[in-house]
Nanobody, 118 residues
Framework: QVQLEESGGGLVQPGGSLRLSCVSS????????MGWYRQAPGSQRELVAS???????DYADSVKGRFTISRHSTKNTVYLQMNNLKPGDTATFYC????????????WGQGTQVTVSS
């Protein structure tokens, strides 16, 4: 069984920073794409950032220049460094992973809450 678990969320003031981590357990093979979605109440789920198995990142326009996604070279672990956080970033952040065999409908974490408020 493959599980993903996020950590690092919390309450931060505007302009502050947080670093999210997503760690897998039970996986046997290196995931393909990994990344982060977020969803605020009453809003659509948004793909924030993704990173390929080769380490190529992609970002939503709203976070370019502020967020950085990275992954461990060998472990199925992905990170999201979030700088200059804004109130509009407030959401539940979900980690996901893609692998044709291990994650039939993608693998998902349970979510971690990020709240940006003064």
């Amino acid at each position: 069984q493959v599980q993903l678990e996020e950590s690092g969320g919390g309450l931060v003031q505007p302009g502050g920073s947080l670093r999210l981590s997503c760690v897998s357990s039970g996986s046997k093979y290196r995931f393909d794409t990994m990344g982060w979605y977020r969803q605020a109440p009453g809003s659509q789920r948004e793909l924030v950032a993704s990173i390929s198995a080769g380490g190529i990142p992609d970002y939503a326009d709203s976070v370019k220049g502020r967020f950085t996604i990275s992954r461990h070279s060998t472990k199925n672990t992905v990170y999201l460094q979030m700088n200059n956080l804004k109130p509009g970033d407030t959401a539940t952040f979900y980690c996901y992973a893609r692998h044709w065999l291990q994650c039939r409908n993608d693998c998902w974490g349970q979510g971690t809450q990020v709240t940006v408020s003064s």
